[in-house]
């Protein structure tokens, strides 16, 4: 039943303005229900709302919900909550406003909302927000927003949110994750023009470029302009002062009615540790004394960053108590939004915004994000955790964005991430708070993105990755970029990483330990293929079983500038890359353990190229042909292109450790084939030295490796020295594989390993012989050496410092024998000017596998075709030079160039030239030739001559008859006769300079018309 001051109007509306304190039901024939005033569902009250009944509300009102809501459309009759009746303007409504209790609920199904400020607004975090087959639509704020303290659970099923001026679902309850801000006037008497200054510390990390206040009337803000502004930027170490200064990078500060906006040129990156300042003159002080609230908010790209309850009070009156800033005692917490199965289109903000300290339970699944401006999905919190499974993001910016404080976990299935800036963004706020980062991605598609594929950056989390038959391919930049401070477990199987504008895996951190990759393709990116940097310990990393190939760069990389220890590098295809197959270094040499085996590694532009880690093994590898002559190979200090394998000792100095590891340092100090006794007198237990050889030496704290706990004087410390016993073996061992196809097999560059250190007493030594016995390099003879085998024919083996044992060699391959495709190049010896000629290298071969690549260079221009074998061109009035390179399905290249040359030919050749093409293809040439000369039966000169002919025989034909009746005839006889030998000396002439057939053609009509000249004089004659 309807309120007791609910009546009808003469029009037919129903016009509702008191509470709904009992169970009552609107319908169809009720309706339409206008609210005039704000309405409220008490508590303990249900308000039903049946199919086809439309409910309208005037400008500025609100339906609360204290009780519960249930609207019930069908898919026929859908029910309708919009505006009042159209009247020309923009009357929009304000909310409907859940407050419910417990045992409330608000569900709406095949509900059509319309035409306010938000759709739904949750300020309970009790009972349960349901919408279902329901469209939200035209909102000019948000089409479900979600404040308070805590959100209640909120489900969205099958339903379409569109046109919203801001976030379709904006989950921000009250300060949110801000942990500090404050507004300083230094003048509270009223009336008068103060400067502020505003303090704001975001607790979370955000990205803005404008920032926006909005004060309590427009007199406050009515002269502040750009001249006002006095200084703005970051305090990065809470001293109250500006360290880094946004002064230059202010491009507007504008006044509109009480919002006051100060733009930037670009971007910026606020971090949870950064305090943003903001001091500016021009603001005039109300009236009144008290607290006046002015709300701050951080935009990018006009998406708001920060919850919508953050404001900053300043204080009026000096008799009014300053205002004190105090952060909410209560955790804010987002909690249990579902999402499933529907559409986000026109929308201003985020598809999904949510900001709290605590978000957890988000679920989106199945949902389709189009035309949205900001993020896909935006979560902003100290602590955060979601699943995202079958969805279609093009976003605006990342499709996926999730920015912490402490910790994360994020899970991702089976996601079409397309035409975002980023795909999916994980970004942790630089707190020095060690957090920890979950990230669990599987069979999703992240591709043309114009940034990273996926990107997860943090300066203090521990990250744990999970990567599994995702395809990421096509973004501008990386397609997997990891920097993070460590990431202590991952694996990484079974995806496809390919076409990324620079490398398709980059990984930058201090520790990465305990990764393993296996069965990716990487491939045609145009960086390396995998890159992992550490500023600290590369640990138990294990890549098998990984296609890496056709990269730009380098195919597999592991660089340090500590250590190397545990690295596994097994049953890979590294192939056709531009730079090394492997690539393995550290700047101080140690004892690190690092394994390559049982890999292809072929057509590189470097083989396998290890430095600084010593206790090696390197066996049962294909290392062959690594001289890809189609990339410029990235430069690597003291390695030439075209190196089969190079091996060398760090270049800067040594590590010592007392500390109780995993491994003990002494095992993995400079030297490692001398047995170390070390003794430091004056290290801390979980610390290390580091001894350079090229700068300051220093100490680093085990546990976190990078990061500096104290500098050591120039000279190293006293206290340290270093005694030798018996060697130990030899560590680098190279067995077993077959290396040969290179300008140098293998370069040795080893030499002493500390040199001088000026007040300490450090015995050193060079490096033992490596051990390169049992390889093939090519020949049976063995590699070329210029002392040791001067008379081997396989790969030449060079020793910059150092030495090599590789005596005995094997004499035949150990694994498959490989060898350079052969070029075979087809073309014309001359060809028509202006003709399209036909190059082939079809008759090409390759012994192992199939031609692949063909690059043909025509007359200094290359043309590379891929598995087509032919390449089509004009011919210009110019001779061609053409060469042909090929590759085989590994990439390895033709070892020289098929050549060719063409020479053009004018279109009016000669005789024996015509004659000779003639021979070649009688039909087709003839039929050319006469199209080209424009003289064929169809031509200008063949229809002419045809023309008179016929007309000829009509009249002749015509004048006959009339003769035989006694009839006057139309055209003298002679006129005829002239007319038919008109048009057969017009055939006759065209044959002989153009086409033979119209030669044929005037001879055949000759005949016949004297014939028939013969047959109409006899039949003359006896008429």
Known sequence: MLSASAMAAPSGVTFVESPIQSDTTWTEDGGPYRLIRNVAVEPGATLTIRPGTEVQLAEGVSLTVRGSLRATGTETRPVLITQSAASGRDLRWETIRYNGSESSTLSLRNTTLRGGRSGITTTSGEGAVAVTDSRLQNFSVAGLSANGTTTPPVTITRSTLSEIGGHAIRASPSIGAVEEVELDSTDR???RTARHTLRLAPGVGVSMETIRLRYPSERSVADIETGSLRRIGLDTDNDGDIDQSFDDDVSDVSVSGRHVEISLSHSTYVSSRDRLIVEYDGVVNPRTRGVYPVGVSLLERRVPQLSDGVHAMYVVG??????????????????????????????????????????????????????????????RAAQSEGSFRGNSLHAGDAGIHVETRTQTTLVANENRISESETGIRVRQSERRDRGVTRVTLRGNELVDNDRNGLEIQSETSEGELWLTDNVISENGEHGVALSNWAIRNGRVTGNRVLNNGEDGVAVNSHVVRNVTLSRNRIAENGGDGLDVFVRALARDFVATNNTIVDNRGHALTVRSDLLVHRVTVAGNRLANNGGAGVLVSSPLTHSGQLTVSDNVIAANGYGLVSRGTLNATVRNNDIVFNTNTHVRPPALDGVAPGTGLYVAEGSRGAILDQSDVDAPFEELVANPQLRQQIEIATLWDDTVAVLRTDGVSHTRSTAEGAVDIRRVDDSLPTGIELSYGEADADRYRIANNDVYGHDTGMDINISRLVTANATARIVTDSIRTVNAESNYWGAASGPYHSSILPEGDGDEITITNGWVDFIPVADAPIGQRYRRPTPRLSTPSTAVAGSQIQLSGAESAAETGSVSEYHFVVNGTSHTTRERAGLSLRMPNETLTVALSVEDGLGIDSNESATARIRPVPATATESERSTEALEAPADREGERGAASGSGLLSAWGLLGGGCFLSALFFGGYGMVRTVRSQPVPLRGLFVQLLAGVGILVWLVAGVVGSTRLVFVAGVAGALWVGLTAIAYLVATRT
């Open 318 to 379: 000096a008799e009014t108590t300053p205002y004190a800033y105090a952060p909410p005692t209560d955790l804010t917490r987002v909690r249990g939004i579902t999402v499933s199965d529907s559409e986000f289109e026109d929308i201003d903000g985020a598809g999904l915004f949510a900001d709290a300290d605590i978000a957890t339970g988000i679920r989106v699944s199945d949902s389709r994000f189009t035309d949205v401006r900001g993020d896909g999905v935006a979560i």
């Open 189 to 191: 008497r009223r009336n």
